[in-house]
């Protein structure tokens, strides 16, 4: 007797259920610290984008030299698909530099590399909308300017693209999907796999969709939620409002003139 759609659904979560959850937790393993590592590499190029000019040539000349590079990385790893970088990066490590990562560690390497190739413009959009005047507060009361990046504008600039950072981290959890060139074992690697067995295709990724959709929903809320409480309340009431005024008397005078 064939099964009906539902009836497929069940006998797939129910033979096959735990190989999802086993996907599911590597996609969410590889797209999590993709986007943490990614973000720290686009934190550390982003401000390095933005070092100063000084009087020094030759300083000049090296900074010239980082921001070329930096400005290679990005386009080459924003102009290309994750799927042939994928490829070229755990295929090309093996083949010329003798270095045999498992898929799982490799897919890492290469979301974070990928992640922080985006996160570079978003760190240094992110920078530039901090008013410039802050700088030049922190510089004022004698802070260099690394004191006053760590101390002063990247508080600011990771408040401002955090949105973009949840962003980075839904699409990579979509993504890692390409990963399965390299037999990276996430979600749609064990989709086709349990496909293959059955010959189910449509019910499958159905089961593949919902999850997908799952883990995405259930980040885009936590995100709201912490955007929500990093904002703070907005019913609020300045300091200065609250405060009694003080005015300073002359000598001798006495209350009330």
């Known amino acids: 007797m064939e099964r009906t759609f539902f009836e497929w659904i069940g006998y797939i979560l129910n033979h096959y259920g735990s190989r999802f959850l086993k996907g599911t937790a590597i996609t969410l393993l590889i797209s999590l610290l993709g986007t ?14 933005k070092l100063p000019r000084s009087s020094s040539k030759i300083k000049n000349f090296f900074l010239m030299i980082l921001n ?16 042939v970088q994928a490829i070229v990066i755990y295929f090309g490590m093996q083949e010329f530099m003798g270095i045999n990562f498992s898929p799982t560690i490799a897919g890492i390497i290469i979301v974070s590399i990928n992640t922080g190739a985006y996160m570079v413009e978003v ?10 005047g802050q700088m030049e507060a922190a510089k004022s009361i004698g802070m260099s300017h690394g004191q006053a990046m760590i101390y002063v504008i990247l508080p600011q600039t990771i408040k401002n693209i955090l949105p973009a950072t949840g962003n980075e981290f839904i699409i990579n959890i979509k993504d890692t999907s390409v990963l399965n060139v390299i037999s990276v074992t996430e979600l749609f690697f064990v989709t086709k ?65």
């Open 36 to 49: 943490i590592i990614g973000f720290l590499i686009g934190l550390g190029l982003g401000s390095a984008k």
């Open 68 to 83: 070329g590079l930096i400005t290679c990385y990005v386009e080459v790893f924003r102009g290309t698909p994750m799927m």
């Open 123 to 132: 760190v240094r959009g992110g920078i530039e909308s901090v008013d410039p």
């Open 193 to 257: 796999s349990i496909k293959g067995a059955i010959f189910r295709t449509y019910e499958t990724f159905i089961v593949a969709a919902l999850i997908y959709f799952v883990l995405t929903l259930t980040v885009t809320r936590l995100l709201k939620m912490l955007e929500k409480r990093m904002d703070g309340s907005k019913e609020f009431v300045h300091a200065s409002s609250t405060m009694p005024i003080l005015f300073l008397k002359k000598p001798g005078e006495k209350n009330g003139k």
